[in-house]
């Protein structure tokens, strides 16, 4: 009956088509009947509608050479490649139409039959039931899984990237996030509680101690290393990949999702299998690598590719909008939106949202055990427009939508799920370091070392996943942050930005440089620094002292006798000496580490780099992300005690999968021989046998199966 509903549909928008569109018809020359142009455009439905369900899928996987977005700006024109062709099967060739009128009579028919079939079977429950079950009975038969809803329930983890705990609550307080208002007040299914990250409060960091039990030696966000002359940036899928291989060689242990798990839009593998849109991966060369696997499972039904792709158009104009409107405001702060950050935006906030979503989807139907998931699309407006703006906020809408999608699935799929809700980080506001003092944090250190600083202020370039996620997606090669660095003077500085955290390195000097050595080779430095309103405090290596943190008019306190709430760590709050000294322990630790001043009243910071919402360093929201958990799990930590570090969040997920399982379930060590192996997200395997694999979404097994009725709704 879905069927003939949706042929009926399709066949009266058609028909509306043809008689408000000069360039369309469906009569032959003379005319004809109403009956007969009604069979015509019966047929001419039909004729697309399976052209769509058999031919479609196969186009976007022959296509899967073409870059990702590239094939967005292809959507368009296939659609109306198939309209066309529909029209050629009607007899007696009463069906024409422009190639430019095909594109959107093809594009506004795929939107209409998607959403008539999605509205059939989320209000027939029991057909809805019956569709998934299917689905997910012909995936456990493929993959030997049969949990059943009586066996352990499987968990599900999403990260939603930059959304601190503070911001978390306040939306679910004001009705921003009506899902989590919902989980946490009306039925008390859920509790909320923030944790604390390293000094390190970015992505790189805290995925990966949440995902593999390590972090240890990743000091920033981008970093530079002595030995080799690299800089490192945990966004760069070669320095992900050794990262993840670094962390698993620490702890011998394959990580979070090791057992039978699944990775989703993150920069690490977690030991999965089951891989998509990982950017640790795209680094991997060779038979194994399919990188764009992951995008052929959601746009292999035209309907998901017409909607997101108008929804990306969409996301751009409002990006436009937004940003003037703040222009003619004149709000403040704000940074620059040119250029091509509308477009990276969308894909952030669009396409990567709604392909990984439609992959999480596709893992609790196959009866994953473990599913982490990452949704970057707060974290990335949140830096260009502020972490308390509007877009921000709409963007906290947008995601609840999705929670709620995903909570409905979690209802009628063959396995249950326990769904858990957490944060790497949060965001900080303010104003730019530059925007605020009209120089660069590398003017400065230049200015300090007495070397030539350019007239105008060069503004430092802000990197993001997003952004290097859209190169990988484009087949770019991310930026090489550092060539200038490697172009440079031996003598010169190598200074780097991630968030309000600021490294300073000197090629010149062997291993870590000391107080006493920048002292005496250049006297104005560190007092340049640390008497600067812009900075709250530096950590360098003293020969007398062992490392010492220096503030203002003087100030010097051995890192062994820091103290919360005093000297220049007095705005910073608790657990600050803890995370400074244990970042000095780092092999990497840069020759200066700089962290920003912080307003503990307005709560605001200044980043080293182009952005108004920040993260990185320590000060305020930032460092306070969140982890919200269903009741029927234990409790994280004890009665008083505070959640501290991405490593420890680490042990608590993988206390909570035993607890899913029932039973004790060790961590799944690597043996040593076997580490390289496990670093490309195979487990033990070796790569050449076992790599990664990459699962159809929803509506690629849909199609499959010649099931391809929409019946699975797609993300936002």
């Known amino acids: 009956m879905r069927v003939v509903v949706v042929w009926a549909v399709s066949t009266l928008t058609m028909l509306v088509l043809a008689g408000v569109l000069p360039d369309f018809r469906l009569q032959s020359n003379d005319g004809d009947s109403i009956t007969k142009t009604a069979f015509t455009a019966a047929w001419g439905a039909g004729a697309f509608g399976l052209l769509s369900a058999l031919v479609w899928p196969l186009l976007v996987r022959a296509l899967l050479i073409v870059p990702a977005l590239v094939l967005g700006l292809l959507v368009f024109f296939l659609n109306g490649s198939l309209l066309l062709l529909a029209l050629r099967l009607i007899p007696d060739g009463r069906g024409a139409a422009d190639p430019r009128t095909a594109v959107v009579v093809a594009a506004v028919m795929s939107a209409v039959a998607s959403a008539t079939s999605t509205a059939l079977a989320v209000r027939d429950d029991n057909a809805y039931r019956r569709r998934l079950s299917r689905l997910a009975d012909r995936r456990r038969r493929r993959s030997g899984h049969d949990h059943g809803r009586c066996g352990p329930p499987g968990t599900v983890f999403i990260q939603l990237d930059g959304v601190g705990h503070d911001m978390l609550a306040r939306a679910a307080d004001t009705g921003l996030m009506p899902t989590v208002a919902r989980w946490l007040a009306d039925d008390g299914s859920h509790r909320l509680t923030p944790w604390r990250t390293d000094w390190s409060s970015q992505t790189g960091a805290s995925q990966l101690g949440i995902l593999h039990g390590s972090n240890h030696d990743v000091p920033a966000f981008r970093w530079y290393e002595k030995e080799t002359g690299d800089v490192m940036v945990s966004s760069r899928p070669a320095s992900a990949l050794e990262l993840q291989r670094r962390a698993i060689s620490r702890t011998h242990d394959a990580g979070l999702l090791a057992i039978d798990g699944a990775s989703r839009g993150n920069l690490f593998s977690g030991g999965a299998a089951q891989l998509a849109l990982v950017l640790s991966m795209a680094a991997r060369r060779g038979k194994g690598r399919r990188s764009r696997a992951g995008y052929f499972a959601y746009f292999s039904d035209p309907a998901n590719a017409v909607r997101t792709a108008l929804a990306f158009l969409a996301e751009v104009c409002r990006e436009i909008g937004e940003s003037t409107r703040a222009r003619l405001r004149n709000d403040t702060p704000r940074i620059k939106r040119g250029g091509l950050y509308p477009f990276i935006r969308s894909f952030a906030t669009v396409v ?234 780092f092999p990497h630790v840069a020759d200066i580490m700089v962290n920003s001043m912080y307003d503990p009243v307005t709560g605001t910071v200044h980043a080293f780099e182009e952005q108004i919402g920040s993260h990185g360093g320590l000060g305020g929201a930032q460092s306070r992300p969140f982890l919200l958990w269903p009741t029927d799990l234990s409790s994280p930590v004890a009665d008083g005690a505070e959640l501290v570090g991405a490593e420890q969040v680490h042990q608590v997920l993988r206390r909570w999968l035993r607890e899913c399982a029932g039973r004790p379930t060790p961590p799944t060590r690597v043996p040593t021989t076997a580490v390289r192996y496990a670093a490309d997200g195979a487990g033990t395997r070796p790569r050449e046998e076992a790599g990664p694999r990459e699962e159809a979404g929803p509506r690629e097994e849909a199609g499959r199966s010649g099931e391809a009725d929409g019946t699975v709704p797609a993300a936002g």
């Open 352 to 585: 990567e949202r709604d392909v990984v979503v439609a992959a999480l989807i596709g893992d609790m139907f196959a009866g994953r055990t473990a599913v982490y998931a990452d949704l970057v699309a707060y974290d990335e407006v949140a830096h260009h427009s502020g972490p308390h703006s509007r877009d921000a906020e709409k963007l906290l809408g947008r995601l609840d939508r999705c929670l709620a999608l995903i909570a409905k699935v979690a209802e009628h799929t063959p396995r249950r799920y326990r769904i858990v809700l957490l944060s790497d980080h949060g965001q900080s506001p303010g104003e730019t370091f530059v925007g605020a003092y009209g120089l660069t944090l590398k003017d400065l250190v230049r200015a300090g070392c007495g070397l030539p600083v350019s007239r105008r202020a060069q503004r430092t370039r802000s990197g993001s996943e997003a952004r290097d996620a859209v190169r990988i997606a484009l087949h770019r090669r991310p930026a090489e942050e550092g060539e200038a660095e490697h172009r440079a003077e031996p003598s010169d500085p190598v200074v780097l930005a991630s968030g309000n955290l600021g490294l300073i390195s000197f090629p010149d000097i062997e291993g870590r440089a000391s107080r006493e050595e920048l002292d005496r080779s250049r006297p104005a430095l560190l007092g340049t620094l640390a008497n600067h309103p812009g900075i709250g405090f530096l950590l360098v290596r003293s020969e007398r002292h062992g490392s010492v943190v220096l503030g203002g008019g003087g100030t010097e306190i051995p890192v062994a006798e820091l103290r919360d709430g005093e000297g220049p760590l007095a705005p910073f709050g608790p657990g600050a000496a803890d995370a400074i000294r244990r970042t000095d322990t």
